[in-house]
Nanobody, 117 residues
Framework: QVQLVESGGGTVQAGGSLRLSCTTS????????MGWHRQSPGKERELVAA??????HYTDSVKGRFTISRDNARNAVYLQMNNLKPEDTAVYYC????????????WGQGTQVTVSS
């Protein structure tokens, strides 16, 4: 079992930045794929960013603005969000899955990000 705890959400004006943090109960030794999902009212949950052993994935709407990174020594994953837009408003979830797995098995409790125009 993997426990994930997010922090760093809040309210920011459009164009601003936020950094989300996720601490894990398991050492990030490359066996897990880490990700950030988000969900806003009336929309389906979407994968925003994923971090594989040597590669990253971003959904098109955040490319060039968001960066996912990890700190293995701290068992932590981060999502740096720059040039935020009102459409980025959502609950953001830290997620993880075993490498090669199809589904994201582990989810944090979520942290609210609100971007005002």
């Amino acid at each position: 079992q993997v426990q994930l705890v997010e922090s760093g959400g809040g309210t920011v004006q459009a164009g601003g930045s936020l950094r989300l943090s996720c601490t894990t109960s398991r050492n990030l030794n490359g066996l897990l794929v880490m990700g950030w999902h988000r969900q806003s009212p009336g929309k389906e949950r979407e994968l925003v960013a994923a971090l594989y052993s040597v590669a990253t994935h971003y959904t098109d709407s955040v490319k060039g603005r968001f960066t996912i990174s990890r700190d293995n020594a701290r068992n932590a994953v981060y999502l740096q969000m720059n040039n935020l837009k009102p459409e980025d408003t959502a609950v953001y979830y830290c997620t993880a899955k075993p490498r090669g797995a199809a589904s994201w098995d582990y989810w944090g409790q979520g942290t609210q990000v609100t971007v005002s125009s």
